[in-house]
């Protein structure tokens, strides 16, 4: 971070340098509060805002899933997770039928999918199964049963959700051009 972006971080450390090198501790009092007070806040919402971690998850997944993280909601950010992979998956290969899991899966990656995919049919089938699989064990789990999720058991399926909304946007792109 730069100066700029801690408030008056840098003035404030000066001057409390300043009145410790002359052992005046009650001249301290006023920027300490402001250092506490202000400076580390502003210096916070800088660290916040240009936070790289998260950047590269999909937008709504993050905006969905952050504020249930943020709160301890890990097994609601986990069903949010599903919902979105679910209408992603709709939107990206135009399905108007409101199916569901296994049955919108196989109509896009499976045998005899109602979708042309751009890709060879192993690859379909892999993509196929790793995403049944996907549902199959982590949605299930958290959507009809009474399981509390941890902090690292939603991250990782956060992460594992972007990484298939990925996949599912490279192929819905390449085989929307050879269409």
Not at 40 to 68: F, H, N, W
């Amino acid at each position: 971070l730069e100066w700029s972006q801690c408030g008056s971080l840098g003035r404030h450390l000066n001057f409390l340098s300043y009145y410790l090198k002359r052992n005046d501790k009650e001249g301290c009092s006023a920027d300490i509060k402001d250092i506490l007070f202000y400076d580390l806040p502003a210096t916070l919402r800088s660290l916040i805002a240009g936070a790289t971690e998260e950047q590269y998850l999909d937008e709504k997944l993050r905006d969905a899933v952050y504020p249930l993280l943020d709160g301890g909601h890990h097994d609601s950010a986990i069903r949010k997770t599903f919902i979105i992979l679910t209408d992603r998956l709709r939107r990206a290969f135009g399905i108007k039928d409101e199916i569901d899991g296994e049955d919108l899966i196989n109509s896009v990656f499976g045998k005899g999918g109602k979708m042309p995919v751009a890709l060879s049919d192993s690859k379909k089938q892999a993509l196929r199964n790793l995403i049944s699989g996907f549902y199959g064990v982590y949605r299930n789990r958290y959507a009809h049963n009474d399981s509390e999720a941890g902090f690292a058991d939603a991250r990782a399926i956060i992460e594992m959700a972007n990484q298939i909304l990925c996949e599912i946007e490279a192929v819905a792109d390449a085989s929307a051009k050879e269409a």
